[in-house]
């Protein structure tokens, strides 16, 4: 159960659109729409804003979309704003109960 | 509103046990459809399952850390808990304690930090 693959950093302007890719495998990401995708700022807990690969919490503003094809997940956040600012993990059901999280991605708002 | 509040040592000793607790409120932990999980994350490094429990006592473990984990329900406290055994410095983490919603870690606690030291 390897950690899925994302960019260590994504950067782009405000009001831009940026996208996050989460590479796995047909074990995990290929085989199941559980997909999840957390934000965390620093110090603070992760929070969900996306899950079952396409959902979006309640309270989750629309900026934020999620999708899939193959072994590859992405998060897109469209018209960045400054507080989208934090680290991004994918998450995957790998199995037998068992999940798989992502390394994790930095974002940068210019 | 369900809260989720870790608690346990912020110091341990290498080779002992880790022990860490999570106490639910807000709801009960015998409701379905939830598991309850635990997640770390070393400084500066990315999240990590550790391993989640049902209401009807089954668990769950990341094949890594599955021959040193075990996860325990206490219904009449409304907790449940975490031990690590025989713990090296790269169990130095943040630990998160968390609700599985229908695969999803909806709810999560504000995390305890960890350190493996002597």
């Known amino acids: 159960q390897s950690a899925l693959t994302q960019p260590a950093s994504v950067s782009g302007s405000p009001g831009q659109s940026i996208t996050i890719s989460c590479t796995g495998t047909s074990s995990d990401v290929g085989s199941y729409n559980l997909v999840s995708w957390y934000q965390q700022h620093p110090g603070k807990a992760p929070k969900v804003i996306i899950y079952?690969?396409?959902k979006r919490p309640s309270g989750i503003f629309n900026r934020f979309s999620g999708s899939r094809s193959g072994n590859t997940a992405s998060l897109t956040i469209s018209g960045l704003q400054a507080e989208d600012e934090a680290d991004y993990y994918c998450?995957?059901?790998?199995?037998?109960?068992?999940?798989?999280f992502g390394t994790g991605t930095k974002v940068t708002v210019l | 509103q369900l809260q989720l509040q870790e608690s346990g040592p912020g110091l341990v000793k290498p080779s002992e046990t880790l022990s860490l607790t999570c106490t639910v409120s807000g709801g009960s932990i015998s409701s379905s459809p939830y598991y309850w999980g635990w997640i770390r994350q070393p400084p500066g490094m990315g999240l990590e399952w550790i391993g989640s429990?049902?209401?009807?006592?089954?668990?769950y473990y990341n094949p890594s850390l599955k021959s040193r984990v075990t996860i325990s329900l206490d219904t009449s406290e409304n907790q449940f808990s975490l031990r690590m055994y025989s713990v090296t410095a790269a169990d130095t983490a943040v630990y998160f304690c968390?609700?599985?919603?229908?695969?999803?870690?909806?709810?999560w606690g504000q995390g305890t930090t960890v350190t493996v030291s002597s």
């Open positions: 968390a609700r599985d919603k229908l695969n999803t870690m909806d709810v």
């Open positions: 429990i049902y209401s009807t006592g089954s668990t």
């Open positions: 998450c995957s059901y790998a199995g037998s109960s068992t999940f798989v």
């Open positions: 079952e690969v396409t």
